[in-house]
């Protein structure tokens, strides 16, 4: 007699990767602890990606806490932001793309700590995505801290004698408060403990997930789950913990359900095309105000990297904004972040620019080729990250010890000495500007004088800082030699 062919009932979702490539080397199992919720709220969400075939179109947002490894997993879009910030996250994902089913899947501590307006401000927003939120009362991944979910009572790593709430308030209950928005498409509790909560849990994640394909909106689904580590108990007695403690604080239930409603998805706005986006963000780019790109003196010089800084006040910001106008107009790609000190005067504050002939990877410069630094505490703080032999620009006038490092290229600019003798010494920041065009040659005069007009709001100053520039400018080439 043949023995019977069984079909495989239980099968691994489609939308999982077949083996996880994590730097461990454990490729087929995940990096949960045994009885901890985590995997099995990933299965139903990868269940229903399969049952909509959205994977293709699915960009999920990976919190920080013991989750944050989610990407290993989902083979789906993956973005792992800082913590409490995926709804944020979330929304300029969907925003850029509004196609896209964007997942936002947060902790406690995450969502209901460090990220609570993120999640408020994002569904009050009523942004098209779904939350996944997981309620294990503690800090998971840091040890087992208290969280804004801890029950009174309950003893964590930072409450070992019990959550008291005349101190620390009562738990919140995210999905309540949540409910309370006008926005909110739908909003649940489930929890997993039992073969029937399971159930249902995996029949909420599939509603809330529909909610996206459809297009109406915020759906949120908070998820009642076992930390068997974190809370010192075996996976069983974790389950009945769920049950017999969390369930009476955190009820099960749908609190908000609009999805009968009458309801017609506004049809996504096409994303905008790369070609027309100075249109949309109304940056000119009519031909006077563009240039033939300028060619640096030395092709060390090319797709510099750059750090400038100094105090605030110093115009170390517009001097950056200065040359990513510049390499704009000039046809390049550019990046320009602005990083402020605690105070904004007198304070420090740098910034980071990209000019580049090729796509920017990312905006932060942690090791420029170029470094200007307008005054001391600049030059020691970052003289370390510029790359071997990248170029240094001194601000004399403000700094009087030489660099340590003997395999830099130095160019010493009185700037603030020079900008003083042209009558304010606020223009320090152009000389400078034209100082590394001119010595370098990665940006055309004529383009400076262009983008000042583009970037410099008080007009009765734009005669100023042109002379300033070229001031620095003829310096910097006279330096060549
Ligand atoms: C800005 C910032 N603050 C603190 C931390 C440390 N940290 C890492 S995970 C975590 C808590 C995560 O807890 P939860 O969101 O409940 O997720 P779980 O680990 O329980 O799944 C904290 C505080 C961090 N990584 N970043
Ligand atoms: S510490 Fe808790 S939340 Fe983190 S993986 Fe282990 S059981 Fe899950």
Redesign the pocket.
Known sequence: MNSPVYEPFLQKPRSFYDTYERKSGIKEVT???P????GELHKMIAEAIDEFEIADRTVLISPV??SVFAYYYFDVGNVQAAHGRAPAVGTGVQRARPHSIVMSYQ?DGDLAAIGLNEILQAANRGEKMVVFF?N?AIY??TG?QMAPTTLPGMTTTTSPGGRKVEDSGAPLRMAELISQLEAPVYVARGALCSAKDISRTRRLVRKAMKVQVEGRGFAFVEVL??????WGMTPPDSYQWIHEKMKPYFPLDVFVDRTDETFTAPAPKEPVPLEKYHEVMRIDSSDQLSFPPAQPLDPKYANPRLKIAGFGGQGVLLLGLGLAQCGMMEGRRVSWLPSYGPEMRGGTAHCHVNISDDEIGSPLVSQPTVLIAMNQPSLEKFESQVAARGLVLLNTSMISKRPDRDDLEVLDVAASEMAQKLGNPRAANMIMLGAYAGYTGMIGEKTIEAALGAIIKKRHLIELNVKAVAEGFALGRAARG
């Not at 009885?35 to 985590?38: E, I, K, L, N, V």
């Not at 789950?225 to 974190?230: E, I, L, M």
């Open positions: 990096h949960y602890c009885g901890c919720g985590h806490g013991c902790g997981v294990n998971g991944m087992g789950s076992a930390c068997p580590t974190g």
